[in-house]
Nanobody, 121 residues
């Protein structure tokens, strides 16, 4: 599986943005996909993930603002980001969950190129 994140951009506080993670490969519908983000000078952190069956789990920092969904026919996972804050500014990445804790970067493989989200105050 190869992943490519897109949809980032410059928005203002309170705005919404939807990121996409497009996948190639025949096994997409059977994998769980995670979203992470990395702000300048900080470690990559867990945002949320979606299982192959559509169950989701989010970091506390984005819960109730971000929603992850998937369209297996389009081999794409989305994250709808609402009520954006300056602290959401980061490069956002998607990756395939391989094994282990869903919040740990080490549990993921096939990282896509990130997409930059900048939220101005």
């Amino acid at each position: 599986v190869q992943l490519q994140a897109s949809g980032g951009g410059l928005v203002e506080t309170g705005d919404s943005l939807r990121l996409s993670c497009a996948a190639s490969g025949r096994t997409f519908s059977s994998v769980s996909i995670g979203w992470f983000r990395q702000a300048p000078g900080k470690e990559r952190e867990f945002v949320g993930y979606i299982t192959w069956s559509g169950n989701t789990y989010y970091a506390d920092s984005v819960k109730d603002r971000f929603t992850i969904s998937r369209n297996n026919a389009k081999k794409t996972v989305y994250v709808q980001m609402n009520s954006l804050k300056p602290e959401d500014t980061a490069v956002y990445y998607c990756a395939v969950l391989s094994a282990g804790a869903v919040t740990a970067t080490s549990s993921y493989t096939y990282w896509g190129q990130g997409t930059l989200v900048t939220v101005s105050s």
